[in-house]
Structures are given as C-alpha cells and as structure tokens.
C-alpha cells in the first residue's frame, strides 16, 4: 500500500516512518471493516474517501523522540490507527450535527444513510478505538478517556455558545482547543510516551499538538470560505447557513461590537441574519467575506498558532524529529498562501 507522506525535510525519518504509516493504513481500513456487507459500506464509508491522516503521522514522528527500536513496535501503530478512529468516529457525528452535505469530497454518510445509522457507525468506530487503546494499559485508557471528553464537552459547548459576557473569539479559540487540538495533542503524546521518551518530553510534545490542531482548524476557517468545494471537499459556507460562526465572522462580530466595523463587514453580517436558505444567498455571503481583509486577519491567527506550538518545542533536544515537528507545524498553515 502506498502511502504519500507529506515533505517534512527530513528525508531519513521519512523513510522510516513510511512503512509504518502503511502499517496504520492496513489496520485502519480493517478496523472500519464490519461483517455484513451494509454495515461495512457505512463505516467504512469516511476512511475510503482519504483524508490527511496528519494525527497518525504525528505519532510516529513523535515516537521518534523515544527509543528508537519502539518507535514503531506495534503499540505505537495500534495507538496511531486509534487516534484516527477517534477522528473519524467524530466526523460521523459532526456531520449529523452540522447536517453537512459533504465531507472529504463526497457526500456525507447522514445524507446516504440517515443521521440514526451515522451516529450509530459513528459510536461504532468509538467503541473500536476504544478497544485498540484498552490494549495499551490504564495510563493510555486514562488519557483517551479524558481526549474523547474534551471532544464531546467542545462539542457541546459550541451548541450552547458562550455564557454571557464572554469573549466569543476566545471561546470558540477553546471549543477548538477541545474539538480538535485535544486529539492532536493525545496523537503526539501517544507515540512520544509509547516509544520509551519521558513525561517531560511527552509534555511538550502534547503542548505541542494542542496547539498546532487549533492552528490547523482556524486555516481551516479560511479554507472553508477561500477554496472551492473541490478542493475542501466541503461546500464552502455550510457553517453560515448552519448559524455556526466561524473565526472570521466572530473577528467582524468582535468589531461590530467595539466600533470599529466597516460597511463591508457590516453588510456581511446583516446578510448572514438574512435567508441563507438557497445557494445563491449564500454563495454571496461567502464571496463578501473572501473579499474581506478579516480573511487575512484570520490567516494571521493560524500564523500565531502555529508560531506558538513551534515555540513549545524549545527544550527539546536539536535533531530530526523536532526538525520534522517544525515542518508539520508549517504544513498546517502553508495551505493557506
């Protein structure tokens, strides 16, 4: 199975990691698998499309700090196919609750399947990963456990939204730290602490991937709004019409509230208020934003993000793996130009 790693200028640790990312391949498509045919076409609908898989990749890149002969010993590549199951299991869910068309391309599992049976493959894949991490010991359980209760608490945060008199960018900063950054940041402290490094570099490297998912979903917020639908997969503006803002709404919302708001972005937001209901309306309101500069504010953010988490890196030791580390940091924003 070929899998392309992205260039993270270490061409050595490319090579090495590469045949365990095609090991995490094999094991995640045959975790998906289910015994009856129908049921295998819905769960495995979400890992078929592709995907990224950057959270496997961050464990075996962080495994690398560890003992080298560990790095990619089979609880590694069990925990790395588990943070992808994680991953994927959320997807089902966000889906329904986003009532999202299409996801990676193609259309989401709620819209051929019903949103009954996408939550019902989506607790499948859960129960699944949970079992990959049982096999780890209570510390790797202990940690999951609280990943998976961020995942749900940023969940339901971001349906409740934020009590009154709170910052709203810094709360939906923190519904990202727990929606994504949570399971990126247990990716890298997986591989680190699975393949003999110590608690403080596991440490790090958590603080690390917290950091780097949030900078990863704040791009994303550009992206969603700067890409076509081809190249996201994801029909750009979904949020909009959901009522979910994203970071750019929120930075205008920010403004609104302070003064400072132009015409341009106050058009914006009194069209979001509007019917978004036909893709025309909303086509609009995503080519007003695009042509807006809190667009470009935003990018900025990702940018700050990412400079923080390669920031985080500091104590650990100069050499291939924090080389790499850096690189996927980038890679997280370099989507952006």
Same mark, same amino acid.
């Given at each position: 199975?070929?899998?392309?790693? @992205?260039?993270?200028?270490?061409? #050595?640790?490319? =090579?090495?990691?590469?045949?365990g990312l095609e090991a995490v391949e094999r094991r995640l498509l045959d975790s998906v698998s289910s015994s009856r045919d129908l049921m295998d076409e819905l769960t495995r609908h979400l890992a078929v499309a592709g995907g990224k898989r950057m959270r496997p990749l961050l464990t075996l890149v962080c495994a690398q700090l560890g003992? @080298?002969?560990?790095?990619?010993? #089979?609880?590694? =590549?069990?925990?790395?196919?588990?943070?992808?199951?994680?991953?994927?299991?959320?997807?089902?869910?966000?889906?329904?609750?986003?009532?999202?068309?299409?996801?990676?391309?193609?259309?989401?599992?709620?819209?051929?399947w019903g949103n009954n049976r996408a939550i019902l493959a989506g607790d499948i894949l859960f129960a699944r990963a949970s079992l990959l991490i049982a096999s780890l010991g209570s510390q790797m359980v202990d940690h999951h456990a609280r990943t998976f209760e961020r995942l749900c608490e940023g969940q339901l945060n971001e349906t409740f939204g934020p009590t009154p008199g709170a910052d709203h960018v810094d709360f939906y900063l923190q519904v990202l730290a727990d929606k994504t950054g949570s399971l990126v940041s247990a990716a890298a402290s997986f591989g680190a602490l699975l393949?003999?490094?110590s608690e403080s570099v596991g440490d790090i490297v958590s603080d690390f991937g917290e950091k780097v998912g949030v900078a990863f979903q704040i791009a994303d917020d550009v992206l969603d709004l700067a890409s076509s639908g081809e190249q996201s997969g994801k029909t750009p503006g979904t949020d909009l019409r959901e009522g979910v803002d994203t970071l750019p709404v929120l930075l205008l919302r920010r403004r609104e509230a302070s003064g400072a708001i132009d015409p341009a972005g106050a058009r914006i937001l009194r069209d979001l208020a509007g019917d978004l209901?036909?893709?025309?309306?909303?086509?609009?309101?995503?080519?007003?934003?695009?042509?807006?500069?809190?667009?470009e504010e935003t990018r900025e953010l990702a940018?700050?993000?990412a400079r923080d988490a390669v920031q985080a890196l500091e104590d650990l030791p100069e050499g291939e793996a924090r080389t790499a580390l850096v690189s996927f940091?980038?890679?997280?924003?370099?989507r952006l130009v």
């Open positions: 199975m070929n899998v392309q790693t @992205p260039d993270l200028h270490v061409p #050595d640790l490319e =090579l090495r990691i590469t045949p003992d @080298p002969e560990r790095a990619l010993d #089979d609880k590694v =590549l069990t925990a790395a196919t588990a943070v992808e199951l994680t991953h994927l299991a959320s997807l089902y869910h966000d889906d329904v609750m986003d009532s999202a068309p299409t996801r990676r391309g193609v259309p989401s599992a709620q819209r051929l393949a003999g490094a209901s036909s893709d025309e309306a909303l086509a609009d309101v995503v080519e007003q934003l695009r042509a807006h500069d809190v667009v940018r700050a993000w940091a980038n890679l997280m924003v370099d």
